[in-house]
């Protein structure tokens, strides 16, 4: 059973840090690009980061120069490190992860997402 899980969410004031991870899980042969979004209540899911398997990033305009998209494929983890927290960073965070799984010789790629970590920036 393949599964992606998000963590390290929590409740934090506007000008703090958050580290998320989400960790993937189960017989994984590969793992590609993956990507973090979020959404606020009565707002369309938004990509906020994304990396390649090469390691490539790139970042939604809103916050650029605040959080970073890294990944640690030994422990096949992507992290989101968020700074300068706001107000309107306040939103469930999901990860997506392109894997790749085998069938016999077959490599089958699937896009898995997790079940969500909230993230609440408030004084």
């Known amino acids: 059973q393949v599964r992606l899980v998000e963590s390290g969410g929590g409740l934090v004031q506007p000008g703090g840090s958050l580290r998320l991870s989400c960790a993937a899980s189960g017989s994984i042969f590969s793992i590609h690009a993956v990507g973090w979004y979020r959404q606020a209540p009565g707002k369309q899911r938004e990509l906020v980061a994304a990396i390649t398997s090469g390691g490539n990033t790139n970042y939604a305009d809103s916050v650029k120069g605040r959080f970073t998209i890294s990944r640690d494929n030994a422990k096949n983890t992507v992290y989101l490190q968020m700074n300068s927290l706001k107000p309107e960073d306040t939103a469930v965070y999901h990860c997506?992860?392109?894997?790749?799984?085998?069938?016999?010789?077959?490599?089958?790629?699937?896009?898995?997402w997790g079940q969500g970590t909230q993230v609440t920036v408030s004084s």
């Open positions: 997506n992860a392109r894997l790749g799984t085998l069938l016999g010789p077959q490599l089958l790629l699937d896009d898995y």
